[in-house]
């Protein structure tokens, strides 16, 4: 069947809207487990933050706005931050302001082990911080301050460090080296981490994609596992490897490598895993001065039995609960939603379903889709949403109608750091989940879409956005589209993970859109597909770094299922697909291909 073009099918707007900015934040995603994922409402005044910038030449200036920006987050939560700067960062100033701390940050070169400068290791000059000699040299002259000096400073019980930017620490060399080989990278990492997870810490996490301010979001707002924190990312790749530690007993250690063939490694962590962010916080983050957020039931008041609208009641409700609350929808409750629950500017909010349901009674615009998560006023970050089931009202469940595919189970039109998890979408005339409108940092896992008009999960423009083990049952147009409506938008860093999907009529993944639209990043691993092929068709000029990798269908189909134009940076391995006739694979117009069976 040929597939047809979507690019105008993801349009869902009468008129168009101003992109809205995004801050470079996501939530967990991955295996990692988590653990009763909360949102602090108050700060931890105990806790300490230290915060490092050693001398980096030309980089010096950048790595102290960071370090700016990383202070500022850090001071949210605590007034105990202490910042350590070039041209004044010397190792007397330095191991001073990490002693104690539960989080440090550091920005500044680094030379690790194995390297060119050495055979063996020099603990006294490797795999620490890079320092001014004296106080107020300037910001190029450099005192390697190694793993020898490291472990014996004592940080906080159970700190996380991080190591931004830094050379050798997620296992990659200097600038302009080559890359090295999996052996090596792993041999770098856990050297890196040795020292700092012999002074106390639980997890040294290297990251030169991935803000720190991320980082110290998620500790002090979230309980999760260190994990679960590093592989949410918004920098995440999902290539994930791992390995034991050779250096440090009981600790573990992974890489993620920008590409999965060819490396560009750029983010590790190593150390205990499982800790929890509640444990790096301590004992105060539980303290009196310090309450959990506040659980607000959904008033009484508000019909819960889906006789009457409650979509109005509800938004007005949304409007008064403070942001960093959680609010508790009546378990096994139906709201009838004549309009969708529709909210803007709100942060660290969570929407607990308790099981309820929210059953859309209005037309078939985004105006009736059940949640939508809006971009007036200033778009939102830190939203959860879990454990509901959204029920549309569609005549024709999971069967594409034109013309009534804008009401969609959730909308998202801009901010950040939103999880959607634990949720049954059906009967919607629209998609499951449609992103657009430059949102960042978006997880959807763990959920059903039952039956959706038109797609699963419509992404129009987005960064850093996972969907991971979700089954997608029946689908009435694509299970995935990938396609920026105009020339200025873009989807970039998509990962569709382990997901399941059952029938569709169009395509399982399309990926095209607006003429000079951006594509790039786009990861398709370990998918199955049970009701129809794993067609798929990316051939908008031009795509950039598609990965195509282990994902099955069980249903036959004409050749080539898999069609690929105009990439640059293309790997297309491992999948599984039962061939009437014809090719697997198609790919013209490409370059940097990897491709196998």
């Known amino acids: 069947m040929p597939v047809r073009s979507g690019a105008q099918r993801a349009s869902r707007r009468v008129s168009p809207r101003h992109l809205a900015s995004t801050i470079l934040l996501v939530i967990l995603v991955g295996t990692g487990a988590v653990i009763a994922p909360s949102v602090l409402a108050a700060t931890v005044p105990g806790l300490k933050v230290a915060i490092i910038v050693g001398p980096a030449g030309p980089n010096t200036a950048a790595y102290r706005n960071v370090g700016d920006k990383a202070a500022a987050e850090a001071r949210r939560y605590t007034p105990n931050v202490v910042r350590v700067y070039s041209p004044t960062a010397t190792w007397s100033r330095v191991s001073a302001a990490i002693k104690g701390a539960a989080i440090v940050v550091y920005l500044g070169r680094g030379r690790g082990f194995p390297s060119r400068y050495s055979t063996t290791l020099q603990a006294a000059t490797q795999d620490g911080f890079a320092l001014n000699p004296v106080s107020g040299v300037d910001d190029s002259t450099t005192r390697y ?3 020898a000096y490291v472990r014996n400073v004592r940080l906080a019980p159970n700190a996380v460090v991080l190591l931004i930017h830094v050379p050798y620490a997620s296992g990659n060399g200097e600038p302009g080296a080559a890359q090295p080989a999996l052996s090596v990278t792993r041999h770098r990492v856990d050297d890196y981490g040795a020292g700092f997870l012999a002074a106390g810490a639980a997890a040294v996490i290297a990251d030169s994609s991935s803000s720190p ?176 089931t959204l029920a549309g009202n569609s005549s024709t469940p999971g069967v594409y109608q034109s013309g009534r595919e804008g009401a969609h189970g959730i909308l998202v039109d801009s901010g950040s750091a939103i999880e959607i998890s634990g949720v049954t979408v059906r009967g919607v005339w629209g998609d499951c989940l449609y992103v657009g409108s430059a ?159």
């Not at 423009?461 to 694509?478: I, K, M």
């Open 145 to 147: 301050v190694g793993e």
């Open 439 to 597: 949102a960042s940092g978006v997880s959807f896992h763990d959920s059903t879409c039952a039956s959706n008009g038109r797609n699963g999960v419509t992404v129009t423009s987005a960064t850093n956005l996972t969907v991971q083990r979700v089954a997608f049952t029946r689908s009435g147009y694509c299970t995935f589209d990938i396609e920026p409506n105009v020339s200025t938008e873009s989807a970039t860093n998509i990962r569709l993970l382990d997901n399941t999907a059952g029938t569709w009529t169009n395509s399982f993944l399309s990926a095209e859109g607006a003429p000079g639209s951006v594509v790039s990043g786009l990861t398709i691993s370990g998918n199955s597909v049970t009701g129809g092929s794993l067609l798929t068709a990316i051939g908008l000029a031009r795509r950039q770094n598609i990965v195509f990798t282990n994902n099955r269908s069980t249903v036959a189909a004409w050749g080539p299922v898999l069609r690929f134009a105009h990439i640059d940076g293309l790997t297309v391995t491992g999948n599984v697909q039962p061939l009437s006739s014809g090719a697997l694979v198609s790919i013209t117009d490409s370059t940097g291909v990897i491709s196998t069976p």
């Open 213 to 388: 301010a991320y980082y110290i979001r998620m500790i002090f707002t979230r309980t999760l596992t260190l994990d679960a924190m590093w592989r949410g990312a918004p920098g995440a790749n999902g290539h994930i490897t791992s390995f034991t530690s050779a250096r440090t007993i009981g600790a573990v250690g992974r890489t993620d490598p920008d590409r999965v063939a060819s490396g560009g490694y750029n983010r590790s962590v190593v150390g205990r895993l499982a800790t929890s962010t509640a444990t790096v916080r301590g004992i105060v983050a539980v303290s009196a001065s310090s309450p959990l957020p506040a659980r607000i039931p959904v008033p009484a008041t508000i019909d819960a039995t889906g006789s009457t609208d409650a979509s109005a009641a509800l938004i007005s409700f949304v409007n008064t609960v403070p942001d960093g609350s959680t609010i508790v929808f009546k378990a096994g409750g139906v709201y009838r939603m004549d309009a969708a629950l529709k909210f803007a500017h709100r942060h660290n909010l969570t929407f607990e379903g308790n099981g309820a349901t929210l059953r859309a009674n209005g037309g078939t615009t985004e105006a009736s889709s059940l949640f939508w998560l809006g971009s007036y006023a200033g778009g939102n970050s830190g939203i959860l949403i879990r454990n509901f």
